[in-house]
C-alpha cells in the first residue's frame, strides 16, 4: 500500500516535470528572429493592427499603418511625425489617445509617400491648437500644425490635387535647412535633407529624449526608395544617413545612446545607421565605377555578381522597388552628376 | 498508515508546489561563478591573433556571405564608427574571454527569474531570462548581446536568442546579419563550462553554424569587467567614405591559401568545406599561388586567377591587378580592435 502510493506520487511528480519540461521546450522551437518585412500589398486594412513601442524619453513608435509614425507624447501636447495611410487613421488616433489624452498639437511630414502622409488631413483635423472646442488662433481652424519642408510642399503641389488631396499638403513650410521648435519642453529640429527620396525630405531630431526619426532614408525592410522624378538621388540619402551618424551618440560601445527610428522598420541606433550607410555607399561606389568605365546601364544590371548581391537576400524584399529597380534610379542619378 | 496519510499530503503538496513554480524551480546546476577562456589550447589562431584575409573556411557560408568578406577592406575598421563595434553574442564566446555568472532571484520566493553574463571583452553583460517572458516585437531594438530565453533541459540549460545585431561569423571576413537566431546549450562537468552554440541565419548561412567553447571556472573571484573603448579619428578622409573592393579587385584573395599550401577554394569556405569527405576533394585541387601588389607592380607575374566561384559556385573573381597602393589593413581604437 505504501510502496504503491509513493509509486504513484513519484509518477505524478515525473509526469508532472516532463509536461511541464516539455511544454516549455516546445514553446521554445519557434522563437526566431522575424524577418524585416515590407508593408503588405492591398491589405484588408481591417485586419492590420499596429505595433506601439516605447522608444526612450518621451519618444514612441507607432508601426503598422505604412511608414512609421513617432509620436512624441508630453505633458502639453502630442507631436507626431508622419502619420500612414489614410485608411489606417482611426487605429492610429486610438492609439495616440492610448497613450496620451493631449491635444495632437503638431505633425511634421518627412516625405511625399502615401504611406507617410495619407492620413494628413483626418489626423490635422484631430488635432487642435488650443484646448478648447472653438475656433483656433488668430480664427483659424482650431486644427493641428501641419509642417514640412517649403520643397515638399511644392512637389505636392506640382503633382497635383487630383493624386494628392491638399488637406495633406504641409501649409506650415519652413524654406531653409531646418526649422527649430520647443514641444513639450523639449527642443525639436526638423532639418530638411535634400534630394534625398524626394527633395522635400526632412528629419526630426528629438534633442531631449534622444531619438531621431529619419524619414524613409533609412528602410530596414528594404534599400531606400529613390523618387528620381521628384529630386531623389542617392547621394542625398547618403547625405542624410551621414547626418545622422554625425548627430547620433552611442551610450557604450556603439550601442544604445541616440535610437533611431527608421521611416519603416525597426528600432535602431547608430551602428544600424551606420551598416545600412556603408552598405549604399558600397553599392553607389560600384555603380559609380561601373559609369567611369563607360558601362551602359544595361551591361551594370548584367554583371554578376551583381553591385546589390550580397545584399539582395536582406533587403530586396519588396516587388515594388526591387534591387534593379534600385541600381537603375542610382545609374540614372550618377550620369546626370557625371 | 501514518505513512501513507503523510503521502497523500504530499504528494499533492509537491506537485501544486512544481505547478506554482513552474520549470524554473528544476535547474539542476548551478553555473555561478567567474569563468576564462581555455585560449590557449582551443581554436588558438581565432581566439588570439585573429584570423588572415579570406580565411572562410570550415564556415557554412552562402555565396552573399562570400562575396561580403571578398569586397571587405579592413580599414573600415578604422572608420571612427567601426572602431568600438563589439562582437556579438553568437560570436563573443570564442575569444579572449572571461565572464561573471551569476543568478537574479525573486527575494521572497527564490524562483529564478534571470542569469546574469557579464563578458569583459567589449564589457558586455547579457540577461537570459528564465521567466517564461515573450521575445519582444519585431520592431524592437537589436543589441549586440540580443534578448534571451532560458530553460532548462535536465542538467543542460538551452538559451535562445533573438534581436542580435549586424556582426561577423569570422572577425573581419564575414558578415553575420541581424535576422540570425542562436540556440545556446551550456553545460557543466566539474570546473568546465561547455558552451555550445547553434546558429541560423538566413541571409549569410546554408546551415546552422555550430560552435563549442570549454571555459574553466576560476577560483580567483578577481574579474575586470572593463573595457574601456574610446574611438579616435585616424587621419583625414572624404565625408561619408567607406573603404570597400569593388568585385574582382582584392588583390589579398590568394595570400593565406598560398602561405598554407592550400587550393584557393577550400579558403572561401562553404558547407562542404566543413565535412570530412572534402578532402578527397581537396586533393584534387591546385594549390593557390599568391603575388603581393608589390610584387606584380615590380613586373612579377600576376598571380593566376582564383576559381570564379567557391565550392557552392557564385562569383569571388580575384587575380585582377591591384589597385595601387594596395589595401590598408588594420585600424583601432584605443582599447579597441586588435586584440582579438
Known sequence: MKRSLYRSSALVVAGLLMTAGLSHVSAQQPIRTARQMPFPKNPDWSKLELDVLKVQGQVYLIAGAGG???????????????????????????????????????IVSTTLMDSHTGANGLLVKEGRQIDN????????????????????????????????????????????????????????????????????????????????????????????????????????????????????????NQEGGTMVIPGYGRIGDEHDVLEYRDMLTIIRDRVQNAIKKGMTLQQVKALKPSVTYEYELRYNRDPAWTAEMFVEAIYRNLSVAK | MRNAIRARIVV?????????????????????????????????????????????????????????????????????????????????????????????????????????????????????????????????????????????????????TTHIKQGWYRRENIPSSD??????????????????????????????????????????????????????????RPRGEVPSYMPGENPWIAEYAAQHNLPQEVTLGGPETMYPEYRTRMKTLPVAVFKSPDEISQGAVPAPAAPAAGPRGGGAGAGAAPPAGGGARGGGARGGRGQN
Request: charged letters at 20%.
Open chain 1, 68 to 106: 512609421n509614425i513617432a509620436a512624441q507624447i508630453g505633458d502639453e501636447s502630442v507631436l507626431l511625425v508622419d502619420t500612414g495611410y489614410e485608411q489606417m487613421a482611426p487605429k492610429v488616433i486610438a492609439a495616440v489617445r492610448k497613450l496620451s489624452n493631449k491635444p495632437l498639437r503638431t
Open chain 1, 133 to 252: 472646442t472653438g475656433p483656433g488662433l488668430g480664427g483659424r481652424p482650431n486644427e493641428a500644425d501641419l509642417i514640412g519642408s517649403a520643397r515638399l510642399s511644392a512637389i505636392m503641389t506640382s503633382v497635383g490635387r487630383a493624386k494628392i488631396s491638399p488637406d495633406r499638403w504641409p501649409p506650415s513650410t519652413y524654406p531653409g535647412k531646418s526649422k527649430d521648435l520647443t514641444s513639450n519642453d523639449e527642443a525639436v529640429i526638423i532639418m530638411r535633407i535634400p534630394n534625398a527620396v524626394t527633395d522635400g525630405d526632412s528629419l526630426v531630431w528629438f534633442r531631449k529624449s534622444d531619438v531621431v526619426a529619419t524619414g524613409e532614408i533609412m528602410n530596414t525592410a528594404n534599400f531606400p526608395f529613390i523618387d528620381v522624378e521628384h529630386g531623389g538621388t542617392i547621394n542625398g540619402i547618403l547625405d542624410g544617413l551621414n547626418t545622422v551618424l554625425e548627430i547620433t551618440v552611442p551610450k557604450h
Open chain 2, 179 to 236: 535576422e540570425q537566431t542562436t540556440i545556446e546549450h551550456w553545460v557543466k562537468n566539474g570546473n568546465v563550462w561547455t558552451h555550445i552554440s547553434v546558429t541560423d541565419d538566413p541571409i549569410f548561412l546554408t546551415e546552422p553554424l555550430i560552435k563549442s567553447e570549454d571555459l574553466n571556472q576560476s577560483p580567483n573571484t578577481n574579474f575586470n569587467p572593463f573595457w574601456n573603448c574610446e574611438y579616435i579619428e585616424e587621419g583625414e
Open chain 2, 12 to 160: 499533492p503538496l509537491l506537485a501544486g508546489l512544481m505547478l506554482l513554480a513552474g520549470v524554473p524551480a528544476f535547474a539542476q546546476i548551478d553555473f555561478t561563478g567567474i569563468y576564462q577562456g581555455n585560449t590557449n589550447s582551443e581554436d588558438g589562431p581565432e581566439r588570439a591573433a585573429g584570423p588572415s584575409l579570406v580565411e572562410f573556411l570550415g564556415l557554412p557560408i552562402n555565396d552573399q556571405a562570400r562575396q561580403w568578406g571578398l569586397a571587405y577592406k579592413s580599414s573600415r575598421l578604422s572608420l571612427p564608427e567601426h572602431q568600438c563595434q563589439v562582437h556579438q553574442v553568437s560570436y563573443i564566446h570564442r575569444g579572449p574571454f572571461g565572464a561573471r555568472i551569476w543568478e537574479v532571484r525573486d527575494p521572497v520566493t527564490h524562483q529564478l527569474i534571470a542569469i546574469k553574463e557579464a563578458i569583459n571583452t567589449y564589457e558586455q553583460e547579457r540577461t537570459i531570462w528564465m521567466d517564461g517572458r515573450p521575445h519582444p516585437s519585431p520592431n524592437a531594438p537589436h543589441t549586440w548581446m540580443g534578448f534571451s530565453t532560458g530553460v532548462w533541459e535536465g542538467n543542460m540549460l538551452t538559451i535562445t
